[in-house]
């Protein structure tokens, strides 16, 4: 039962365009969300994240929004930069438990 | 701070051996985590302890898998036997408190179970 989706496996953008990576969940307590980013070789590291009572956060060029009605969350990334080439985790998780990640997506930003 | 630390980085062993993944944590890391990363499923966490006390291991898939964490500064997950099946990359990570969210990867272990 995966409780998190990330149905794009991948995702191709030129740069100085914009990357959206989109996120689906199931579980309705879920109340704290979270993106991570992982380049190969190296563990995941923690991008940014989100309080299920803000639908938006925004640091640098990155943005989350979140649509709790339709239990969606996208990762926004703009202008994108070659260097952010790299696999984006979403994760999402209830009061007192542990994250639930969801399969990631492959983000390749071509110069 | 030299972050989580994980060895080996890469096994390749048979089907049946024995594999033991080490983890050094972050020093004044009070928690650790591990996770198994698969295309299908992502990161699942497998147990996670607190003060060297497992805390939650109901990520661990089966008796083949334990966990042990004899002290603040190092944690052994281990399968006997290995199976083709549990080919995937293993993470350990590190927080300060109960936070998983603040938690520090390491590099990870691809394993290879042939």
């Known amino acids: 039962d995966q409780q998190v989706k990330q149905n794009s496996p991948s995702l191709s953008v030129q740069e100085g365009r914009i990357s959206i990576l989109n996120c689906d969940y199931t579980?309705?307590?879920?109340?704290?969300f979270l993106w991570y980013k992982k380049y190969p070789a190296e563990g995941p590291t923690f991008l940014i994240s989100?309080?299920?009572?803000?639908d938006k956060n925004e640091d640098g060029r990155f943005t989350v929004f979140l649509n709790k009605s339709a239990k969606h969350l996208s990762l926004h990334i703009v202008p994108s930069q070659p260097g952010d080439s790299a696999v984006y985790f979403c994760?999402?998780?209830?009061?007192?438990?542990?994250?639930?990640f969801g399969e990631g997506t492959q983000l390749t930003v071509n110069p | 701070d030299a972050g989580v630390i994980q060895s080996p980085r890469h096994e390749v062993t048979e089907m049946g051996q024995e594999v033991t993944l080490r983890c050094k944590p972050i020093?004044?890391?009070?928690?650790l985590f591990w996770y198994r990363q698969t295309m299908m499923r992502g990161l699942e966490l497998l147990i996670y302890?607190?003060?060297?006390?497992?805390?939650?291991d109901s990520g661990m898939p089966e008796d083949r898998f334990s966990a042990k964490m004899p002290n603040a500064s190092f944690s052994t997950l281990k399968i006997q036997p290995s199976e083709p099946r549990d080919s995937a990359v293993y993470f350990c990570?590190?927080?300060?408190?109960?936070?998983?969210?603040?938690?520090?990867f390491g590099p990870g272990t691809r394993l290879l179970v042939l």
């Open positions: 989100i309080s299920s009572i803000k």
């Open positions: 579980n309705s307590m879920f109340d704290y």
């Open positions: 994760a999402a998780k209830t009061s007192g438990s542990r994250l639930t």
């Open positions: 302890f607190n003060n060297n006390v497992p805390i939650d």
């Open positions: 990570a590190s927080s300060l408190g109960h936070r998983q969210e603040t938690q520090y």
């Open positions: 020093s004044g890391h009070n928690s």
